[in-house]
């Protein structure tokens, strides 16, 4: 049972559904779940598209906010997650709350708009991946370049030694002579 459907059923005076009609507001549920479960990580796609952005324009300020989008996102997917998870469990109870789980209780085939809708979420999931592991890579190659060039900077800069080896000599400007005078 929806948390919606618990709480109208506990109302007084509440109408009480079938439990068909139950499982249909159910499937509706779940399928706006998925839908804005799609949203969310089409959303996070962009955010990985402006995070290299930002990373080729060497916007530090781009890439904090995309960062700070991106943990934003991934808390609101976190949140999605667990209201799927909640739907299907009502929906099958007595199995892990899966789609799979659902597809094999409801006779072996999801109701076309559901199956649509868990198609869309999958697909912008798999491209939202493959943007994930091109911002990895672009990242790990940012901070390796920057490892680099400290490296190189700080090994150039040596400090000077404190003698003068054979064939040097100092560079005078007159000062420090020592004058022997008599009179």
């Known amino acids: 049972m929806t948390p919606q459907a618990e709480t109208a059923a506990r109302r007084p005076g509440a109408p009480v559904m079938d439990p068909e009609t139950q499982r249909r507001q159910t499937l509706a549920e779940l399928a706006a779940a998925l839908t804005r479960e799609a949203e969310v990580v089409r959303a996070l796609r962009e955010s990985l598209v402006r995070q290299r952005a930002g990373v080729a324009a060497d916007s530090a300020e781009a890439v904090h906010a995309s ?3 991106i943990g ?3 808390v609101a997917l976190e949140t999605g997650k667990r209201h799927r998870l ?6 099958v109870p007595d199995a892990p709350p899966t789609l799979e789980s659902l597809e094999r209780a409801l006779g072996g085939a999801l109701p076309p708009a559901l199956a649509a809708v868990r198609a869309t979420l999958r697909s912008e999931a798999e491209t939202t991946a493959r943007e994930a592991g091109v911002n990895r890579t672009v990242l790990k190659r ?16 040596a400090e000077p030694e404190a003698v003068y080896r054979a064939g040097e000599r100092r560079d005078d400007d007159g000062s420090g002579f020592l004058l022997d005078r008599k009179v």
């Open 86 to 91: 909640a739907l299907l469990a009502a929906l």
């Open 72 to 74: 934003r996102i991934l």
């Open 142 to 157: 940012t901070v390796e370049a920057g490892e680099a060039f400290l490296q190189a900077l700080f090994t150039g800069v």
């Open 67 to 69: 960062c700070d989008d």
